[in-house]
């Protein structure tokens, strides 16, 4: 069976700094790309970071670039968001996604999200 779990959200003032965490489990962890999402009351869910399968490479979501900080660790088959200087408006649900395309086909899971949220 298939699970993503999210750990590590809360509430933190403005400036403050969170790590969440997700793990892996039912799958075949080091070949997925890894990403995290997040989506804030009445819009719509966005991409915030991803990361290539070995690790070897991210993309951040511009109103997040040097903020935010994504990593794996394909032995404990976690995936983490580091997130400093936080801002109101980093409020929202965060999701992890694993994703892999292979022999054309998308394998693409979830995980339940958890409450980020940035208030003073």
């Known amino acids: 069976q298939v699970q993503l779990v999210e750990s590590g959200g809360g509430l933190v003032q403005p400036g403050g700094s969170l790590r969440l965490s997700c793990a892996g489990a039912?799958?075949?962890?080091?070949?997925?790309?890894m990403s995290w999402y997040r989506q804030a009351p009445g819009k719509e869910r966005e991409l915030v970071a991803v990361?290539?399968?070995?690790?070897?490479?991210?993309n951040y979501a511009d109103s997040v670039k040097g903020r935010f900080t994504i990593s794996r660790d394909n032995a404990k088959k976690m995936v983490y968001l580091q997130m400093n200087s936080l801002k109101p408006e980093d409020t929202a649900v965060y999701y992890c996604?694993?994703?892999?395309?292979?022999?054309?086909?998308?394998?693409?899971?979830w995980g339940q999200g958890t409450q980020v949220t940035v208030s003073s």
């Open positions: 990361i290539t399968s070995t690790g070897g490479s991210t």
């Open positions: 996604n694993a994703k892999r395309v292979w022999v054309g086909y998308e394998y693409d899971y």
């Open positions: 039912g799958f075949m962890f080091s070949n997925y790309a």
